[in-house]
Protein backbone atom coordinates (compact mmCIF):
# COMPACT_ATOMS: atom_id res chain seq x y z
CA UNK A 1 0.00 0.00 0.00
CA UNK A 2 2.96 2.36 0.86
CA UNK A 3 4.51 2.06 -2.85
CA UNK A 4 0.36 3.13 -4.42
CA UNK A 5 0.43 6.08 -1.75
CA UNK A 6 4.04 7.16 -2.99
CA UNK A 7 2.63 7.11 -6.58
CA UNK A 8 -0.54 9.03 -5.31
CA UNK A 9 1.22 11.87 -3.32
CA UNK A 10 3.40 11.98 -6.88
CA UNK A 11 0.52 12.35 -9.12
CA UNK A 12 -1.34 15.08 -6.81
CA UNK A 13 1.74 17.23 -7.25
CA UNK A 14 2.02 16.59 -10.88
CA UNK A 15 -1.24 17.68 -11.27
CA UNK A 16 -1.24 20.76 -8.92
CA UNK A 17 0.35 22.85 -11.28
CA UNK A 18 -2.14 22.36 -13.91
CA UNK A 19 -5.15 22.54 -11.74
CA UNK A 20 -3.46 25.44 -9.07
CA UNK A 21 -6.15 25.22 -6.68
CA UNK A 22 -5.07 26.14 -2.74
CA UNK A 23 -6.79 22.75 -1.02
CA UNK A 24 -4.72 20.98 -3.83
CA UNK A 25 -1.77 22.54 -3.26
CA UNK A 26 -2.00 22.08 0.87
CA UNK A 27 -2.47 18.69 0.24
CA UNK A 28 0.63 18.07 -1.78
CA UNK A 29 2.66 20.19 0.53
CA UNK A 30 1.02 18.18 3.57
CA UNK A 31 2.63 14.78 1.70
CA UNK A 32 5.57 15.75 -0.02
CA UNK A 33 7.34 18.87 1.58
CA UNK A 34 9.31 21.13 -0.20
CA UNK A 35 11.05 18.18 -2.22
CA UNK A 36 7.68 17.82 -4.22
CA UNK A 37 7.56 21.38 -5.02
CA UNK A 38 11.30 21.85 -6.22
CA UNK A 39 11.23 18.89 -8.33
CA UNK A 40 7.64 19.80 -9.90
CA UNK A 41 8.43 23.35 -10.78
CA UNK A 42 12.21 21.63 -12.12
CA UNK A 43 9.65 19.32 -14.25
CA UNK A 44 7.55 22.30 -15.72
CA UNK A 45 11.02 24.16 -16.31
CA UNK A 46 12.37 21.30 -18.12
CA UNK A 47 9.38 20.24 -20.32
CA UNK A 48 7.38 23.50 -20.40
CA UNK A 49 10.92 24.90 -22.97
CA UNK A 50 9.59 22.79 -25.75
CA UNK A 51 6.08 24.65 -26.50
CA UNK A 52 4.29 22.44 -24.64
CA UNK A 53 0.12 22.32 -23.84
CA UNK A 54 -0.95 21.33 -20.37
CA UNK A 55 -3.00 18.75 -21.99
CA UNK A 56 0.70 17.57 -23.62
CA UNK A 57 2.53 17.96 -20.47
CA UNK A 58 0.15 15.50 -18.20
CA UNK A 59 0.06 12.68 -20.57
CA UNK A 60 4.01 13.03 -20.13
CA UNK A 61 4.18 13.50 -15.81
CA UNK A 62 0.73 10.86 -16.11
CA UNK A 63 3.79 8.07 -18.35
CA UNK A 64 6.41 9.40 -15.70
CA UNK A 65 4.40 8.23 -12.64
CA UNK A 66 2.87 5.24 -13.99
CA UNK A 67 6.63 3.96 -13.66
CA UNK A 68 8.69 5.77 -11.60
CA UNK A 69 8.60 9.29 -11.21
CA UNK A 70 11.60 9.95 -9.43
CA UNK A 71 14.08 7.35 -11.56
CA UNK A 72 12.12 8.08 -14.87
CA UNK A 73 12.34 12.44 -14.08
CA UNK A 74 16.01 12.37 -13.78
CA UNK A 75 16.48 9.95 -17.00
CA UNK A 76 14.58 12.23 -19.25
CA UNK A 77 16.39 15.55 -17.74
CA UNK A 78 19.69 13.84 -18.58
CA UNK A 79 18.40 12.71 -22.19
CA UNK A 80 17.14 15.64 -22.82
CA UNK A 81 20.04 17.66 -22.03
CA UNK A 82 22.15 14.89 -24.26
CA UNK A 83 20.23 15.26 -27.01
CA UNK A 84 20.18 19.02 -27.34
CA UNK A 85 24.28 18.88 -26.65
CA UNK A 86 23.91 17.18 -29.76
CA UNK A 87 21.88 18.99 -31.64
CA UNK A 88 18.39 17.63 -31.37
CA UNK A 89 16.12 21.56 -31.44
CA UNK A 90 13.05 22.60 -30.07
CA UNK A 91 10.83 21.22 -32.54
CA UNK A 92 12.58 17.82 -32.90
CA UNK A 93 12.42 17.68 -29.29
CA UNK A 94 8.65 18.55 -28.92
CA UNK A 95 7.67 15.95 -31.26
CA UNK A 96 9.49 13.15 -29.87
CA UNK A 97 7.74 14.45 -26.40
CA UNK A 98 4.82 13.90 -27.93
CA UNK A 99 4.67 10.84 -30.03
CA UNK A 100 7.24 8.71 -27.82
CA UNK A 101 7.52 9.95 -24.24
CA UNK A 102 9.52 6.75 -23.66
CA UNK A 103 12.42 7.82 -26.14
CA UNK A 104 14.02 9.85 -23.20
CA UNK A 105 13.09 7.32 -20.33
CA UNK A 106 15.90 4.94 -21.00
CA UNK A 107 19.14 4.52 -18.94
CA UNK A 108 21.43 7.86 -19.26
CA UNK A 109 24.45 5.59 -20.40
CA UNK A 110 22.42 3.28 -22.90
CA UNK A 111 20.83 6.24 -24.35
CA UNK A 112 24.39 8.31 -25.22
CA UNK A 113 25.82 4.76 -26.62
CA UNK A 114 22.98 3.95 -28.51
CA UNK A 115 22.84 8.11 -29.90
CA UNK A 116 26.76 8.12 -30.70
CA UNK A 117 26.60 4.12 -32.53
CA UNK A 118 23.82 5.29 -34.84
CA UNK A 119 25.60 8.60 -35.55
CA UNK A 120 28.78 6.91 -36.29
CA UNK A 121 27.24 3.93 -38.53
CA UNK A 122 25.61 6.07 -40.55
CA UNK A 123 27.57 8.87 -40.72
CA UNK A 124 24.75 11.05 -39.66
CA UNK A 125 24.77 14.75 -39.11
CA UNK A 126 23.03 16.43 -36.50
CA UNK A 127 19.82 17.59 -38.89
CA UNK A 128 19.99 13.86 -40.26
CA UNK A 129 19.99 12.34 -36.17
CA UNK A 130 17.05 15.12 -35.73
CA UNK A 131 15.00 14.17 -38.99
CA UNK A 132 15.71 9.97 -38.44
CA UNK A 133 14.22 10.38 -34.80
CA UNK A 134 11.50 12.12 -35.30
CA UNK A 135 10.24 9.82 -38.08
CA UNK A 136 11.37 6.33 -36.53
CA UNK A 137 12.37 7.00 -32.65
CA UNK A 138 12.47 3.07 -32.16
CA UNK A 139 15.79 2.98 -34.53
CA UNK A 140 17.46 3.24 -31.42
CA UNK A 141 16.25 0.14 -29.68
CA UNK A 142 17.26 -1.36 -32.95
CA UNK A 143 21.01 -3.44 -32.83
CA UNK A 144 23.57 -3.08 -35.18
CA UNK A 145 24.69 -6.62 -35.01
CA UNK A 146 21.74 -8.19 -35.18
CA UNK A 147 19.78 -6.57 -37.24
CA UNK A 148 21.58 -3.48 -39.66
CA UNK A 149 24.99 -5.03 -40.48
CA UNK A 150 23.01 -8.69 -42.05
CA UNK A 151 20.77 -5.93 -44.12
CA UNK A 152 23.87 -3.94 -44.92
CA UNK A 153 25.43 -6.76 -46.21
CA UNK A 154 23.04 -8.00 -47.97
CA UNK A 155 22.31 -4.85 -49.53
CA UNK A 156 25.59 -5.03 -51.28
CA UNK A 157 25.53 -8.19 -52.59
CA UNK A 158 22.55 -6.69 -54.61
CA UNK A 159 25.22 -3.94 -55.80
CA UNK A 160 23.83 -1.03 -53.39
CA UNK A 161 27.29 0.26 -51.36
CA UNK A 162 27.44 2.01 -48.39
CA UNK A 163 26.23 4.91 -49.68
CA UNK A 164 22.97 3.54 -50.79
CA UNK A 165 22.11 1.23 -48.32
CA UNK A 166 22.29 4.86 -46.67
CA UNK A 167 20.18 6.89 -48.88
CA UNK A 168 17.74 4.12 -48.09
CA UNK A 169 17.61 4.11 -44.58
CA UNK A 170 17.30 7.77 -44.50
CA UNK A 171 14.21 8.31 -47.06
CA UNK A 172 12.95 4.89 -45.35
CA UNK A 173 13.79 4.01 -41.65
CA UNK A 174 11.25 1.30 -40.88
CA UNK A 175 13.11 -0.71 -43.78
CA UNK A 176 14.91 -1.72 -40.78
CA UNK A 177 11.91 -3.01 -39.08
CA UNK A 178 11.10 -5.60 -42.15
CA UNK A 179 11.98 -8.66 -42.14
CA UNK A 180 14.84 -10.09 -44.63
CA UNK A 181 13.17 -13.43 -45.02
CA UNK A 182 10.02 -13.03 -44.97
CA UNK A 183 9.74 -9.72 -47.06
CA UNK A 184 12.71 -8.45 -48.74
CA UNK A 185 14.57 -11.80 -50.01
CA UNK A 186 10.91 -12.81 -51.67
CA UNK A 187 10.71 -9.95 -53.28
CA UNK A 188 14.28 -9.94 -54.24
CA UNK A 189 13.47 -13.41 -56.10
CA UNK A 190 10.16 -12.03 -57.61
CA UNK A 191 12.07 -9.73 -59.73
CA UNK A 192 14.66 -12.21 -60.45
CA UNK A 193 12.30 -14.56 -61.60
CA UNK A 194 11.34 -11.56 -64.51
CA UNK A 195 14.30 -10.89 -65.93
CA UNK A 196 15.36 -7.97 -63.61
CA UNK A 197 19.19 -8.11 -62.99
CA UNK A 198 20.43 -7.69 -59.30
CA UNK A 199 21.73 -4.49 -60.40
CA UNK A 200 18.56 -3.53 -61.52
CA UNK A 201 16.71 -4.64 -58.13
CA UNK A 202 19.34 -2.43 -56.00
CA UNK A 203 18.83 1.06 -58.44
CA UNK A 204 14.95 0.86 -57.87
CA UNK A 205 15.38 0.42 -53.74
CA UNK A 206 17.75 3.39 -54.20
CA UNK A 207 15.33 5.47 -55.98
CA UNK A 208 12.44 4.31 -54.31
CA UNK A 209 12.94 2.54 -50.88
CA UNK A 210 9.08 2.39 -50.39
CA UNK A 211 8.90 -0.56 -52.97
CA UNK A 212 10.55 -2.69 -50.12
CA UNK A 213 7.39 -2.55 -47.81
CA UNK A 214 4.95 -4.11 -50.62
CA UNK A 215 3.24 -7.07 -50.28
CA UNK A 216 4.74 -9.70 -52.47
CA UNK A 217 1.70 -11.22 -54.38
CA UNK A 218 0.82 -7.64 -54.93
CA UNK A 219 4.27 -7.27 -57.00
CA UNK A 220 3.66 -10.44 -58.56
CA UNK A 221 0.30 -9.48 -59.89
CA UNK A 222 1.54 -5.77 -61.21
CA UNK A 223 4.41 -7.62 -63.18
CA UNK A 224 1.96 -10.53 -64.64
CA UNK A 225 -0.16 -7.48 -65.41
CA UNK A 226 2.75 -4.95 -66.90
CA UNK A 227 3.93 -7.87 -69.13
CA UNK A 228 0.58 -9.06 -70.96
CA UNK A 229 0.23 -5.30 -72.32
CA UNK A 230 3.57 -6.44 -74.31
CA UNK A 231 6.43 -5.56 -73.23
CA UNK A 232 9.58 -7.86 -73.44
CA UNK A 233 11.39 -8.66 -70.31
CA UNK A 234 14.64 -6.21 -70.89
CA UNK A 235 11.83 -3.07 -71.55
CA UNK A 236 9.70 -4.19 -68.10
CA UNK A 237 13.09 -4.03 -66.45
CA UNK A 238 13.96 -0.59 -67.94
CA UNK A 239 10.52 0.97 -67.34
CA UNK A 240 10.60 -0.15 -63.68
CA UNK A 241 14.13 0.76 -62.54
CA UNK A 242 13.17 4.33 -63.53
CA UNK A 243 9.75 4.32 -62.16
CA UNK A 244 10.08 1.53 -59.46
CA UNK A 245 6.34 2.71 -57.73
CA UNK A 246 4.30 2.12 -61.10
CA UNK A 247 4.38 -1.43 -59.94
CA UNK A 248 1.47 0.11 -57.13
CA UNK A 249 -0.90 0.48 -60.01
CA UNK A 250 -3.27 -1.63 -61.81
CA UNK A 251 -2.86 -1.80 -65.58
CA UNK A 252 -5.97 -3.61 -65.77
CA UNK A 253 -7.56 -0.70 -64.78
CA UNK A 254 -5.83 1.48 -66.79
CA UNK A 255 -5.94 -0.72 -69.92
CA UNK A 256 -9.95 -0.94 -69.45
CA UNK A 257 -9.80 3.34 -69.17
CA UNK A 258 -7.68 3.81 -72.50
CA UNK A 259 -9.77 0.87 -74.49
CA UNK A 260 -12.72 3.23 -73.50
CA UNK A 261 -11.16 6.63 -74.81
CA UNK A 262 -10.09 5.10 -78.13
CA UNK A 263 -13.22 3.36 -78.48
CA UNK A 264 -11.26 0.22 -79.12
CA UNK A 265 -11.29 -3.45 -77.84
CA UNK A 266 -7.62 -3.84 -77.73
CA UNK A 267 -5.34 -0.82 -76.66
CA UNK A 268 -2.49 -2.93 -75.72
CA UNK A 269 -0.38 -1.55 -78.43
CA UNK A 270 -1.40 2.17 -77.53
CA UNK A 271 -0.15 1.46 -73.82
CA UNK A 272 2.80 -0.11 -75.05
CA UNK A 273 4.12 2.98 -76.77
CA UNK A 274 3.18 5.26 -73.73
CA UNK A 275 4.83 2.84 -71.31
CA UNK A 276 8.32 3.29 -72.94
CA UNK A 277 8.29 6.86 -74.06
CA UNK A 278 6.37 8.25 -70.94
CA UNK A 279 5.62 5.84 -67.85
CA UNK A 280 5.07 8.15 -65.27
CA UNK A 281 1.48 8.88 -67.22
CA UNK A 282 0.12 5.49 -65.36
CA UNK A 283 1.75 6.64 -62.01
CA UNK A 284 -1.45 8.95 -61.92
CA UNK A 285 -5.20 9.02 -60.87
CA UNK A 286 -7.37 8.05 -63.86
CA UNK A 287 -9.37 11.03 -62.59
CA UNK A 288 -6.91 13.36 -63.61
CA UNK A 289 -6.53 12.21 -67.03
CA UNK A 290 -10.20 12.63 -67.61
CA UNK A 291 -9.71 16.23 -66.56
CA UNK A 292 -7.82 16.42 -69.30
CA UNK A 293 -10.31 15.01 -71.47
CA UNK A 294 -12.61 17.74 -69.82
CA UNK A 295 -10.11 20.20 -70.94
CA UNK A 296 -10.25 19.08 -75.02
CA UNK A 297 -14.15 19.08 -74.31
CA UNK A 298 -14.13 22.41 -73.39
CA UNK A 299 -12.85 23.98 -76.71
CA UNK A 300 -15.31 21.83 -78.55
CA UNK A 301 -13.09 18.38 -78.86
CA UNK A 302 -15.51 16.02 -78.32
CA UNK A 303 -15.65 12.04 -77.70
CA UNK A 304 -15.77 11.72 -81.52
CA UNK A 305 -12.98 14.18 -82.22
CA UNK A 306 -10.93 12.61 -79.39
CA UNK A 307 -10.90 9.21 -80.54
CA UNK A 308 -9.17 9.79 -83.55
CA UNK A 309 -7.20 12.99 -81.94
CA UNK A 310 -5.69 10.43 -79.06
CA UNK A 311 -5.59 7.38 -81.78
CA UNK A 312 -3.49 9.67 -83.89
CA UNK A 313 -1.28 11.12 -80.92
CA UNK A 314 -1.61 9.15 -77.65
CA UNK A 315 1.23 10.92 -76.15
CA UNK A 316 -1.15 14.16 -75.82
CA UNK A 317 -2.12 12.61 -72.38
CA UNK A 318 1.74 13.23 -71.76
CA UNK A 319 1.08 17.03 -71.38
CA UNK A 320 -0.40 18.58 -68.32
CA UNK A 321 -3.54 19.77 -68.02
CA UNK A 322 -2.42 22.92 -67.46
CA UNK A 323 -0.45 23.30 -70.51
CA UNK A 324 -3.12 21.64 -72.62
CA UNK A 325 -5.51 24.47 -71.91
CA UNK A 326 -2.37 27.11 -73.17
CA UNK A 327 -2.08 25.57 -76.28
CA UNK A 328 -5.71 25.31 -77.42
CA UNK A 329 -6.32 28.56 -76.14
CA UNK A 330 -3.46 29.86 -78.26
CA UNK A 331 -4.47 28.11 -81.49
CA UNK A 332 -8.06 29.21 -81.12
CA UNK A 333 -8.13 32.62 -79.69
CA UNK A 334 -4.44 33.30 -81.02
CA UNK A 335 -4.69 32.41 -84.61
CA UNK A 336 -8.57 31.71 -84.96
CA UNK A 337 -8.38 28.07 -85.29
CA UNK A 338 -11.52 25.83 -85.11
CA UNK A 339 -11.41 22.25 -83.10
CA UNK A 340 -11.80 20.16 -86.73
CA UNK A 341 -8.25 22.27 -87.58
CA UNK A 342 -6.77 21.11 -84.22
CA UNK A 343 -7.81 17.53 -84.36
CA UNK A 344 -6.50 17.02 -88.16
CA UNK A 345 -3.11 18.29 -86.81
CA UNK A 346 -2.66 16.58 -83.32
CA UNK A 347 1.10 16.62 -82.78
CA UNK A 348 0.35 20.34 -82.19
CA UNK A 349 -0.82 19.84 -78.61
CA UNK A 350 2.62 18.14 -77.87
CA UNK A 351 4.50 20.48 -79.32
CA UNK A 352 7.05 22.26 -76.90
CA UNK A 353 4.94 25.05 -75.23
CA UNK A 354 7.93 27.84 -75.31
CA UNK A 355 8.15 27.14 -78.76
CA UNK A 356 4.36 27.18 -80.33
CA UNK A 357 4.40 30.56 -77.90
CA UNK A 358 7.03 32.25 -79.61
CA UNK A 359 5.75 30.99 -83.16
CA UNK A 360 2.35 32.23 -82.79
CA UNK A 361 3.49 35.66 -80.90
CA UNK A 362 5.49 36.09 -84.10
CA UNK A 363 2.67 35.70 -86.59
CA UNK A 364 0.63 38.34 -84.63
CA UNK A 365 3.70 40.85 -84.40
CA UNK A 366 4.03 40.17 -88.12
CA UNK A 367 0.47 40.97 -88.95
CA UNK A 368 0.45 37.99 -90.78
CA UNK A 369 -2.73 36.35 -92.30
CA UNK A 370 -3.51 33.95 -89.25
CA UNK A 371 -5.97 32.04 -91.33
CA UNK A 372 -3.66 30.86 -93.84
CA UNK A 373 -1.24 29.64 -91.22
CA UNK A 374 -1.48 25.99 -91.31
CA UNK A 375 -1.01 24.48 -87.57
CA UNK A 376 1.44 21.97 -88.86
CA UNK A 377 4.17 24.26 -89.50
CA UNK A 378 4.04 25.36 -85.85
CA UNK A 379 5.46 22.12 -85.02
CA UNK A 380 8.13 21.92 -87.70
CA UNK A 381 11.33 21.09 -85.67
CA UNK A 382 13.30 23.48 -87.52
CA UNK A 383 12.90 27.10 -87.75
CA UNK A 384 13.73 27.42 -91.21
CA UNK A 385 10.87 25.13 -92.20
CA UNK A 386 8.65 27.79 -89.57
CA UNK A 387 10.10 30.59 -91.35
CA UNK A 388 9.46 29.17 -94.86
CA UNK A 389 5.92 28.12 -94.26
CA UNK A 390 4.69 31.24 -93.20
CA UNK A 391 6.59 33.34 -96.07
CA UNK A 392 9.23 35.05 -93.83
CA UNK A 393 13.24 35.10 -93.11
CA UNK A 394 14.84 32.99 -91.14
CA UNK A 395 16.96 35.67 -89.79
CA UNK A 396 13.87 38.22 -88.93
CA UNK A 397 12.24 35.19 -86.74
CA UNK A 398 15.11 34.59 -85.02
CA UNK A 399 16.12 38.32 -84.17
CA UNK A 400 12.37 38.28 -82.78
CA UNK A 401 12.85 35.58 -80.34
CA UNK A 402 16.47 36.98 -78.79
CA UNK A 403 14.69 40.71 -78.52
CA UNK A 404 11.08 41.21 -78.13
CA UNK A 405 9.71 38.02 -77.48
CA UNK A 406 9.39 38.05 -73.60
CA UNK A 407 7.35 41.57 -73.78
CA UNK A 408 5.45 40.58 -76.01
CA UNK A 409 4.79 37.34 -74.25
CA UNK A 410 3.41 38.49 -70.71
CA UNK A 411 1.18 41.23 -73.17
CA UNK A 412 -0.60 38.36 -74.84
CA UNK A 413 -0.74 35.91 -72.26
CA UNK A 414 -3.07 38.77 -70.38
CA UNK A 415 -5.00 39.22 -73.86
CA UNK A 416 -6.30 35.30 -73.90
CA UNK A 417 -6.27 35.25 -69.76
CA UNK A 418 -3.56 33.05 -68.93
CA UNK A 419 -0.59 32.78 -66.50
CA UNK A 420 2.70 33.49 -67.89
CA UNK A 421 5.11 31.05 -68.88
CA UNK A 422 9.11 31.03 -67.61
CA UNK A 423 11.10 31.82 -70.75
CA UNK A 424 12.82 29.31 -72.67
Not at 267 to 289: H, Q
Not at 333 to 360: F, H, M, N, Q, W
Amino acid sequence: MLRYANRLETFIFQHMFFFPSAPARGLASSLQGEWGYRQMNQFQEIVGGFGLNSKECDRIASTLVAKDFRAMFKRLELNLKYAKDNGLDKQHTKSLLIKNINFFTGRPNVFEERWKGLAYEFDLTKKEMSDLLVEFPVVMEVSYTAKIKPMMDLFQEWGIPFSGFRQVFLKFPRVLKLSVDGQIIPLYWLFMEAGFRPEDFGSMVVREPLLLSLAPMVIRTRLQEIGRIGLARDEVASVLVENPLMIKYSMVKRMSWFESLLGVTDGRSVMRALLLKDPAIFMGSLTLMSRKMDVLKTFGIYKPERRVLLGANPFILSETKQDLRKKLRLATAGLGKSPKEIVKCPDYLTSPLDEVTDRILFIRARDLDVGSIDLKCLTSQDDGEFAQGVGVGLEDYLTFRGSVREQLKVKMFKLLGLEPIDAG
